[in-house]
């Protein structure tokens, strides 16, 4: 345990050339909402080549209160600061969100020493944007969707690889078939903090807060 401890702590947390982040003193730091400056992180780790940007862990809660997280691919940020992801409606996080609908997101870039945390309440949108999504994605996906059964009990890998077999060969023969059970969930932001790590140690937090979807966005540094 304490050569373990002392591996951890020996480990540099972040690159040591970082990105300069000043809200308080650089009007560019600072937009008037917070999709906009993600959308500004997010370009600089593209072009960085961090992997997976568009990864983030989304956090759920079930009615009585059990914590889960898993990560995850988001598929937008809308201009109203909405953070999409999709989910079959069985899914453990699926299920979590429609019986209690708030839910927090957290991307990480290390390359940058940034972290974006999202919170805010879960809405399932229309069942034709979902098709829409559903669609959209590779073949291979849609038919893993098909399968469902998402974190029950698998009997062997062979079982599996049957299901999803029987899943592409239907797929392959109907290319419109979409899967009804298959949903695109919001997670309409309330509150938005940008954390930027700075060199030597410390870091910055900015963070944008709203009464509500549609409401004026107020904005400011929180102590690290």
Same mark, same amino acid.
């Given at each position: ?28 730091? !600072? ?71 708030h839910a927090a997101m957290t991307f990480f870039w290390p390359t940058h ?29 849609? !038919? ?17 690889g049957a299901a999803f077999d029987a899943s592409l060969a239907r797929v ?26 700075? !060199? ?25």
């Amino acid at each position: 345990m304490t050569e373990l401890r002392e591996r951890l702590r020996a480990l540099p947390s972040f690159p040591p050339d970082l990105p300069r982040f000043d809200p308080e003193h650089d009007p560019a730091d !600072a937009p008037a909402d917070p999709r906009t400056l993600f959308v500004a992180w997010l370009e600089e780790a593209l072009a960085a080549g961090a992997p997976t940007p568009q990864a983030a862990v989304l956090a759920t809660a079930t009615a009585d209160g059990v914590v889960g997280a898993r990560t995850l691919i988001v598929k937008d940020v809308t201009d109203d600061a909405a953070w999409l992801f999709a989910t079959h409606r069985t899914s453990p996080k699926a299920r979590a969100a429609e019986a209690n609908p708030h839910a927090a997101m957290t991307f990480f870039w290390p390359t940058h020493g940034r972290q974006v945390r999202v919170s805010g309440r879960v809405r399932r949108l229309p069942d034709d944007v979902a098709a829409a999504d559903f669609s959209a994605r590779p073949e291979a996906s849609r !038919a893993a969707t098909l399968v469902g059964r998402q974190s029950e009990p698998l009997g062997s890998r062979a079982e599996l690889g049957a299901a999803f077999d029987a899943s592409l060969a239907r797929v392959q023969a109907d290319p419109d078939l979409v899967d009804a059970a298959w949903a695109l969930y919001a997670v309409d932001a309330v509150r938005v903090e940008f954390w930027q790590a700075v !060199a030597g140690g410390g870091a910055v937090r900015w963070a944008y807060e709203r009464d509500g979807v549609g409401r004026p966005w107020r904005a400011g540094l929180l102590w690290p």
